[in-house]
């Protein structure tokens, strides 16, 4: 065989690869687009369900549960926000599929078992973490903003000063209160994928039980900075935020270990490991410099 058929039958499998992308990645846009055209047909539905923390709290005050638009555009641009959003959960699974699918002929099929169910694990955590944002931390978090409102008391006003009372009361935008839950949600739903990442990593063998356990320290510290950076600046949502992600950093240990025993249960049983204490990968360098 020349040069030349070599060369070409090995460019052949890489065309037909970028081929089946482009086709996998066009599925996933189209199914991407229609999920937001679904959400952007029922929108106002959606926005008024991502509004129910605000108006719980506004409720138990005694005030009126009403938003705002300050500009012509802005109820516009809050339905594309909730279709992008909408549509980018509904998408989600096809999305997933379609990915899956382009990558499983390239896996063996103990890689296939292993990764599988980091990929459903993947959503769920997600879905836990910006279920977590939604019903607990937004409705503590709105209610600690709510609490700088200041309510005048028109016979006080008028007895000290002589002046109309002030009053400095909430009336949010809508795009504005949009932005700040979504940045809630999608904060929470990040951070709740640290124990898959961790424990995906810990299964290929990238980190350890004991290197997360002795750079634990540090952790915490990148832990304050993130929840520094990702909450608004209020003391009780970032104290949450790093409770949570701690509690999930602790728990990755936990799995990464687990990751650890069942890998070292597997080599004992095949026979790898002469001695307990010691590394088969170290024992298979030492053969190897023995030779």
């Known amino acids: 065989m020349s040069q030349t058929e070599e060369v070409e039958d090995s460019t052949a499998p890489l065309i037909e690869h970028l081929a089946e992308l482009r086709t996998r990645l066009i599925h996933s846009v189209v199914a991407f687009l229609v999920g937001m055209i679904i959400c952007f047909t029922v929108a106002t539905p959606i926005f008024n369900f991502l509004t129910a923390p605000l108006c719980q709290v506004l409720s138990e005050r005694g005030q009126d549960c009403d938003l705002i638009f300050i500009s012509p555009q802005e109820g516009f641009f809050v339905a594309i926000k909730v279709s992008l959003l909408g549509g980018l959960i509904l998408s989600f699974p096809y999305i997933a599929m379609q990915m899956w699918r382009f990558v499983a002929p390239g896996l063996y099929k103990n890689e296939k078992g292993a990764f599988l169910p980091f990929l459903v694990a993947s959503p769920f955590m997600f879905l836990l973490g910006a279920s977590f944002a939604f019903f607990v931390v937004t409705p503590l978090a709105y ?68 290197g997360l356990g002795a750079v634990r320290k540090y952790a915490v510290v990148a ?40 890998r070292e249960e597997k080599l004992r049983a095949e026979g790898y490991y002469d001695d307990e204490d010691e590394d088969p990968l170290m024992a298979e360098f030492d053969e190897d410099d023995d030779k």
């Open 143 to 210: 209610d600690f903003f709510l609490g700088f409102q200041q309510f005048g008391t028109e016979g006080e006003a008028v007895a000290e000063t002589g002046a109309a009372p002030l009053s400095v009361v909430f009336q949010g935008s809508a795009q504005e209160y949009l932005n700040l839950t979504i940045k809630f949600i999608v904060a929470f739903g990040m951070c709740f994928q640290l124990p898959v990442l961790l424990t995906l990593m810990g299964k290929a063998g990238l980190v350890s039980a004991d």
């Open 223 to 262: 832990i304050l900075v993130l929840a520094a950076l990702v909450t608004p600046p209020d003391v009780i949502t970032q104290v949450i935020l790093f409770v949570v992600v701690y509690g999930l950093y602790e728990i990755s240990i936990f799995l990464v270990r687990r990751v650890e025993t069942k």
